[in-house]
């Protein structure tokens, strides 16, 4: 697990934040986010490209990678007011897909266990497996609940006869125990798969999946009200993964398997910084980010921009915790009134 840096290109961090090497504890002593690069693309059903999503949300910014980005909305610069790190890459070489998702796993794991939340960069939806099970490992077997926002289920019950492909990742997650299925939300769901016994499997697990046209009819707010109900019931942590299809291709066209009819851009970012800021977060992933296949980097800003939001609603929610109050309070709908 020795320190990567960038297996398909520089060894530059998230924003410049401090590299950190999980083989040596005092490198990230102390520390509150792990930032790890999954370059893997080998469950890719369609378009590959993924390998290369670490290095592209890692970079894709217009501002100086100066370890700072304060939050206009919340008041709070995450990467001061949290200790952020970042471990480079894990080494998952194309086309051994059990070794490539074993290390994943150990280093999820080793970074949950060391206090820190893991925040994974993919590579595509078949890491959502090592991710949230390493998160499980550290928080407890069944009690991570998972919030998921995809175009797909992601619940095959396999991928071209293997057991691991992004098309499955989280029925593997349900069949081993990790997160249980009564405790699983999917947000963003539509288009033309999976078939009927998927569904029907879903439906056994008592998974909860909002359909886009769910979304569209009841509104994202009351969705995720909802929602989070649901995942906070005898579960201890969240983890959140998100899949940029689950945003219209329109606005995000660099994935491998493009949706029409998905969230803005706004909605997702809206959305991710509400469960930060109101939930247990304890691992988060962002994946299926193609960059052969974006344009003008739109899909690449998009996911950076996932993970701020979901890092300044962290620490909006650390502030509240302690008693301090951000110079914004997101209460108000304008966000202008100062404390």
Known sequence: MTRVGGQFGPDATFLGVPRADLDEPESWAGTDIMIIGAPFDSGTSHRPGTRFGPQAIRFTDYLPHDGSRPSLALGVDPLKDLRVADAGDVLMPPGYTE??????????????????????????????FPDATGVARHVGWGRVSMIHFDAH???????MGQLHGHGT????????????????????LRGYWPEPPTLAWMAQQ??????????????????????????????????????????DPGMAPGTGTPEP??????????????????????GIDVVEVSPPYDHAEVT?????????????????????AAGTTPLRRPDDPLLSNRT
């Open 206 to 247: 008592n998974m909860r999946s909002f359909e886009m046209s769910e979304v569209v009819a009841r509104g994202l707010d009351e969705v995720l009200t909802e929602a989070f109900a649901i995942a906070t019931d005898e579960c201890d942590a969240v983890f959140l993964s998100v899949d940029v299809d689950v945003v």
């Open 153 to 159: 289920a992601d619940t095959g019950e396999d991928h």
């Open 99 to 128: 070794i490539s998702l074993e290390r994943l796993e150990k280093a999820v794991h080793t970074a949950a266990a060391g206090g820190a939340i893991p925040v994974i960069l993919g590579g595509d939806h078949t890491i959502a």
């Open 300 to 320: 690449a800003f998009l996911a950076n921009r996932v993970v701020l939001e979901a890092l300044s609603g962290i620490a909006w929610r650390r502030k509240q």
């Open 169 to 188: 990742p989280m029925r593997r997650l349900i069949e081993s125990g990790a997160v249980r299925g009564d405790r699983f939300l999917q947000i963003g």
């Open 261 to 282: 009819g998905g969230l803005t851009g706004r909605q997702l970012l809206d959305a991710v910084r509400r469960i930060a800021m109101e939930l247990p977060v304890a």
